[in-house]
């Protein structure tokens, strides 16, 4: 359970690094930018297939999502860290769901393409998983 704790977190860490280094950076705009360029770009490519393609990717995100904390509390012994835990997990859970949410209203064309995603809550995300996740890993390393 150790290996496949380190593996997610490194996996998590890279993914997450060039969106955390462009938040610390103040400009974490054009990032976004970007990428919902690629995503407006994508789903003109697919078309009506996004939908489910979307919501596939929303499901496999809560699966990750869960084993990764199922495995924290799993293999960290600190207490301290599994409060943190919880508390980024109940943040995530609102970060999911109004994610899910947003994507029902884009979807029945009630929110615009731009609006999908609240960018605060994104960089909250982002900024706390790159961070907990490199904890995790050095908790590991320091066994």
Known sequence: M????????????LVYASYFFNILR???????????????DWMMEVKYASRSHMRWMLVFSI????VYFVLVFLVIDNLAFWILT???????????S??????????????????????????????????????VLVQLLWK
């Open 26 to 40: 103040s400009h974490p705009e054009r990032f976004e930018s970007f990428l919902l360029a690629g995503l407006a």
């Open 98 to 135: 109004s994610i899910g949410l947003n994507m029902h209203r884009f979807f029945k064309g009630v929110l615009p393409l731009k609006d999908l995603f609240r960018w605060k809550t994104e960089r909250t995300s982002a900024i706390l998983f790159f961070t907990h996740a490199f904890l």
């Open 63 to 66: 699966f990750l999502e869960a």
């Open 2 to 13: 150790q290996i496949a704790l380190g593996i997610i977190a490194a996996i998590i860490v």
């Open 86 to 96: 919880g508390m980024f997990a109940l943040f995530e859970v609102y970060h999911l």
